[in-house]
């Protein structure tokens, strides 16, 4: 186990401040590192030798993290900022329009999650591809395949995972509201926390697990969802996935040790 790393003994204010803020997010500092763009081992320089933080590691906090530039470096409050006021006015359109607080539909609340992660996979898994052919490696492979396969059928897959959710966690049937009630009143309980639980399920489904869930601060929100649902779900979903991504690693190494021109 590595020893955690001993701060020097007269930080600058600056590193200091950095310093307080993942020790009460809980954040680690390799993760944290790796989110904004260092190395763990520049990261932790940054506290051994007891250097200031600078502007453009500053930058990068407040983008990835909401901590604001200027409390970084001189302490001026307040300390976080809301990204939104950074966005244009197109990007606000999109946020509002798309808001699951603002409008509680299966649109905002199922098909968009579920678009923008399908995405997501699909890039990953183009990333994937670029990496293969960029090393030489025969389009017919079996892997790439596998990767292609992966990258055409993710909505598909996702689409059954909702499906999968309607018929673990069926809504209760409720008295005919007419079309004015139930537009009036919006969402049941029951229809909203199915909703709530297949949006934080395909959120989880993006993120490392190395780092915190959107699940995990449901509870803390108010936020009526399945727990147990989602996180059964997203390991048996991810399976496959993580088994391609080590695939993927192996072949590159493979490839690496086959290729001399490699350890010029």
Request: glycine letters at 6%.
């Amino acid at each position: 186990m590595a020893r955690p790393t001993k701060n020097h003994p007269k930080l600058p204010d600056s590193t200091k401040r950095l310093s307080e803020f993942l020790d009460e997010r809980g954040i680690q500092r390799k993760q944290f590192a790796v989110e904004i763009g260092m190395s763990p081992s520049g990261l932790n320089s940054i506290f051994q030798r007891g250097v200031a933080i600078t502007t453009v590691q500053a930058k990068a906090i407040e983008y990835k993290y909401g901590v604001n530039e200027t409390w970084l470096l001189n302490g001026e409050e307040p300390k976080m900022i809301d990204q939104q006021d950074k966005l244009n006015l197109g990007e606000r359109w999109l946020l509002k329009s798309t808001s699951p607080d603002s409008v509680p539909t299966e649109i905002t609340m199922v098909i968009v999650p579920l678009t923008l992660v399908g995405e997501y996979f699909r890039f990953e898994a183009q990333q994937l591809m670029l990496k293969l052919w960029a090393r030489g490696l025969d389009l017919n492979e079996k892997l790439f395949k596998q990767i292609q396969d992966w990258h055409n059928d993710i909505h598909s897959k996702l689409k059954g995972e909702w499906a999968q959710l309607k018929d673990d966690i069926p809504v209760k049937l409720t008295e005919d509201r007419g079309f004015f009630g139930s537009f009036a009143q919006g969402p049941t309980p029951d229809q909203l926390r199915q909703w709530q639980t297949i949006r934080y399920y395909f959120m989880d489904l993006t993120i490392p697990e190395e780092q915190p869930l959107p699940s995990s601060e449901a509870k803390s929100l108010g936020i009526d969802i399945d727990l147990s649902w989602i996180r059964v779900r997203r390991e048996k979903f991810l399976k496959p996935w993580k088994e391609l991504l080590l695939s993927v690693e192996r072949k590159l190494a493979e490839v690496k040790d086959d290729n001399p021109l490699d350890e010029i």
